[in-house]
């Protein structure tokens, strides 16, 4: 039974930082992309951030490129996104996902699993 698992999440104010953790099981961690995504209330799931199974290639959507830092442990089945400069924007419900091409990016449906999300608020 695969599992991801967010924790991290929280509240904190305008210009701090906050480091989303997605721990993994279930699956040979490895071998899969991960992606970061974020929902507000109201508005549709977005990809934010993709590492490939290596590490060695991410991507970042426009909004966040410059401000979040994607990042893994294989050794660790452990995906990471470091957060800075946090806006009250950013506020939303933040998910990690993996895709068993292990390709980073791409769409809401190329992943195969999902975790169950974290809350992240910003206050200005």
């Known amino acids: 039974q695969v599992q991801l698992v967010e924790s991290g999440g929280g509240l904190v104010q305008a210009g701090g930082s906050l480091r989303l953790s997605c721990a993994a099981s279930?699956?040979?961690?490895?071998?899969?992309?991960m992606g970061w995504f974020r929902q507000a209330p109201g508005k549709e799931r977005e990809l934010l951030s993709g590492?490939?199974?290596?590490?060695?290639?991410?991507y970042y959507a426009d909004s966040v490129k410059g401000r979040f830092t994607i990042s893994r442990d294989n050794a660790k089945n452990t995906a990471y996104l470091q957060m800075n400069s946090l806006k009250p924007e950013d506020s939303a419900v933040y998910y990690c996902?993996?895709?068993?091409?292990?390709?980073?990016?791409?769409?809401?449906?190329?992943?195969?699993?999902w975790g169950q999300g974290t809350q992240v608020t910003v206050s200005s």
């Open positions: 996902a993996a895709r068993h091409d292990g390709r980073p990016g791409g769409w809401l449906d190329e992943y195969d699993y």
């Open positions: 279930g699956l040979t961690f490895r071998n899969y992309g």
């Open positions: 590492i490939d199974w290596s590490g060695r290639n991410t």
